[in-house]
């Protein structure tokens, strides 16, 4: 049986205008992007100059969307139509550059072919993030960008309101938390929580349930929790390996554990907040 095949004219990608081409690495227009694989400079960059860099066209839509600023665009010059539209109505520049130059600015081949760098916004308040939340999550020392980026996109996938970070949690708008997420580090709000633990007071003043998740016997299975220890919970993790610490575990209201099989003790922080974070929304 032969097979009909229709043509279909594809409409060639916008070409880069002439005046956003940039052919030198060492062009300051482009310091936002520089070493971003180096997450020691970056962390001492960005928060300190308010901006975060974001990479994909879908993540850059819901940083748009979600109300974030731009402060410029860096693409590559192939892809320039990709982010056109957007760069009319936001009256940020848009850099484009051949791949070398995208590699020797960003220290890594940009296969996606799409960044942005964005203004941050002042986070708010703990209480406030509170005062507009029904279940949040919290953690604790988790400094992995990959594990809080997931987090946050089991957060917001699962029905939690908010997320609380303590002092030493890495930075949620850090590149790869941004990517990892797909962008719902913008959906959810979230705030740090300090003095810490003893901010968790605050948690428990609004009305929450404190449930400290560990793989200790003691503490009782996710699935027994009571009615009332399930309306408004704040659920509490620590970092891999070394857990929540004694105090942390002392400010909590109760100690939960997801039952586990097969001689396993635990399963990665981001795994076990959306187990829990399933289980305490499956009703709805």
Known sequence: MRLNRRVVDAQPPAPAPADSLVDDPTDTRLDDYRELTDVA??????????????????????????????????????????????????????????????????????????????????????????AEARRVLILEDVNNHTNVGAVFRGAAGLGFDAVLLSPSCADPLYRRSVRVSMGEVFAIPYARLTPWPAGLAVVRSAGFTVLALTPAAGAIRLQDLTEAQRRRPALLFGAEGPGLSGAALSASDVRVRIPMRGGVDSLNVAASAAVACWELSRTD
Not at 118 to 125: D, E, G, K, M, Y
Request: net charge positive; hydrophobic share 45%; charged share 20%.
């Open 41 to 130: 400079l970056r962390t001492r960059y960005e928060p300190p100059h308010g901006l975060f860099i974001a990479e994909g066209e879908l993540v850059l839509r819901r940083a748009l969307r979600a109300g974030y600023r731009p402060r410029s665009f860096l693409v590559d010059a192939k892809r320039y139509g990709q982010v056109a539209d957007l760069a009319a109505g936001a009256g940020a520049p848009v850099y484009a550059a051949g791949q070398d130059v995208l590699e020797a600015v960003t220290g890594f081949h940009v296969h996606r072919g799409v960044l942005a760098s964005f203004h941050r916004r002042p986070l708010p308040a703990a209480e406030q993030v509170l």
